[in-house]
């Protein structure tokens, strides 16, 4: 009898051909992550438990959900006998959920639990219940083994890392991109950060909140790579060249030139940002337009689709928020006008990022150059 977690997932289930290769990547994650013993069983993967690593398995993305118990011998008594073994201490009623992917076996679903059902009925004198016990004994049976367990933990769903590609997400400090970054790794991306800061401001508070929020997100992913650009040149050059009412939207595009030269380098196949239609009076389809259209590659914007509420909701389930709220700025905000332009117009903007003597794209190669890149695990 061995203590071990039995994991499901959801999705991968359907995906044909690829089924293979996702499942493979699960189980590597889930090695990498929670550096146990990981291996595929027709359906599921069996996991060597390890003590208190529950929380990191719940953050894998790809899990639905997990049981916490023990593999047993592939025969009813050795079964019977260790379900008495995951029985809480304290409990009145109980009922058993049986499985099995081996058709083999002498007993169908129905009849296991019926036997080991009344076994436990008899061995503790508790009742069945059927309808809304305490204790839900599961019992997984399988092809060579049987999984017994009493504690089943959600997961988060969605996809393992590293199934879709890599992504350069810009991660800005404030509530909504570190969400948008936990959103592209729940569909398989493998995300690499990006921030750009202004040096010359509450640097060291920036650049501890930064790290923070990698932390925090590479709890996800496992390993993250996090790129901290400088920004005040980049900046200090628009200040002097540019208009209030559009600094904002030529920071922005400044940085999704820089992504995209970050993204070639990393061989990242797309861009992610926290866009939210709408949410404050500059995001618009024109503006947005105006950004994104400077991207080579695909930017995606997983909360285009959500209200500020879910978007705070998510940030405190996912643990980013706390950190988030801390008071410090990010550089976009420096230098704009009180009403930033709406309806930002290309023609406009890309005569102020090149005129004679001036060319914006030349600076940012410097720019880029000067990235501090750090491992963050
Ligand atoms: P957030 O809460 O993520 O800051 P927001 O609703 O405040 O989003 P903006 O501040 O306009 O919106 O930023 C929009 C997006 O631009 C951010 O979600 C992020 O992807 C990107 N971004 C903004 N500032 C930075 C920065 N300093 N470094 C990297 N990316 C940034
Ligand atoms: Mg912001």
Known sequence: MEKCVVVHYGEIGLKGKNRDFFERKLVENIKRITKSKAKRKFGRIEVKYVNGFEERLKKIPGIRYFGVGFKTELDLESIKEVTLQVLPDSFKTFKVSASRSNKNFSLNSMEINKEVGSFIAEKTGKKVDLG????????????????????????????????????????SGGI??????????????????????????????????????????????????????????????IIRTVPAKLRMIIYRRSMMRMANTIAERENAKAIVTGDNLSQVASQTLENLNVIFSVSKLAVLSPLIGFDKEEIVNLAKKIGTYETSILPYEDCCSLMIAKHPETKARKEIVEEFERFEGFNLVELEKSVIGKAEITEID
């Open 176 to 237: 909504d991109s570190p969400v948008a970054s936990f959103m592209a790794m729940k569909r398989g991306c493998e995300v690499v950060m990006l921030h750009f800061f202004n040096r010359t401001l509450h640097s060291p508070q920036v650049r501890k909140k930064i790290y923070r929020l990698a932390e925090i997100l590479s709890e996800y992913q496992g390993d993250m790579r996090l790129y901290m650009v400088p920004f005040e040149e980049i900046q200090m050059e």
């Open 132 to 171: 809304n016990p305490d204790v839900t004994v599961w019992i997984e049976v399988c092809e060579k083994e049987a999984y017994v367990y009493s504690t089943r933990m959600e997961g988060i769903g969605g996809l393992p890392i590293g199934t879709a590609g890599k992504v350069i997400s810009l991660v």
